[in-house]
């Protein structure tokens, strides 16, 4: 039996694919990943294919030369009694922040400049292996100028997390310049919702 993983048409989307392996019959259910997406699978044998597409979507295979069973939701009752101990230790959906900046500045805007100690108690309490700092701007300007104010845009905010405790080691820096914007708009607009550093907890 093969299992493939596919993804959505604009974003991959990680899936958790549980098998039920000591049992003659295989159950394969498509579940949400940490953070709440679904993507798709494909069960596969040499006697014909089946899709996965929504969460608790499941199917059975009874041996490599027969064909998967016909799609069906998984209780969720039957979820937590075989696959509880496994799905207890998954862990927490990341925790994710937007901070936005004044105008062509690395400044903070008041409200998100609050946000800073929220970050950093929420990377502690949850004791993050990984923090994710992706810099961005609006359309105003050139690729040149708005690649660097996103650099220094993220950049501060890692000296910021730094400043009240956070191991840089945890930290890690892009930028995406004005491209990806949360507000899509045409060049040379400014918006404000744009000018922003996300920052993702893990």
């Known amino acids: ?4 993983k596919t993804a959505g048409l604009s974003t991959i989307l990680w899936l958790t694919l ?3 392996a000591c049992s003659p019959t295989r159950s394969v259910i498509l579940m949400p990943d940490r953070d709440g997406h679904v993507g798709k699978a494909e069960v596969s044998t040499s006697a014909g294919k089946l899709a996965l597409s929504g969460s608790g979507d499941m199917t059975h295979v009874t041996r490599p030369n027969a064909p998967p069973s016909a799609v069906v939701k998984a209780d969720p009752a039957y979820i937590a009694k075989t696959f509880g101990e496994a799905l207890s230790v998954e862990p927490a959906p990341s925790s994710r922040f937007t901070l936005l900046f004044e105008n062509g500045t690395t400044n903070l805007t008041k409200d998100s400049a609050k946000d800073i100690a929220t970050i950093v108690a ?3 309490q949850r004791m ?5 700092i992706r810099g961005h701007t ?3 300007g050139s690729d040149v100028i708005n690649n660097k104010l996103a650099v220094d845009r993220a950049e501060h905010v ?3 997390l730094i400043r009240q405790g956070i191991n840089p080691g945890l930290i890690s820096v892009s930028s995406h310049g004005k491209y990806d914007p949360a507000i899509p708009t045409p060049d040379g607009v400014a918006e404000s919702r ?3 550093v996300e920052v993702i907890v893990q």
């Open 1 to 4: 039996m093969k299992n493939r």
């Open 18 to 20: 549980l098998l039920a």
């Open 122 to 124: 929420t990377s502690k």
């Open 128 to 132: 993050a292996i990984t923090i994710l």
């Open 138 to 140: 609006d359309s105003v």
């Open 158 to 160: 890692k000296d910021m």
């Open 194 to 196: 744009n000018r922003r």
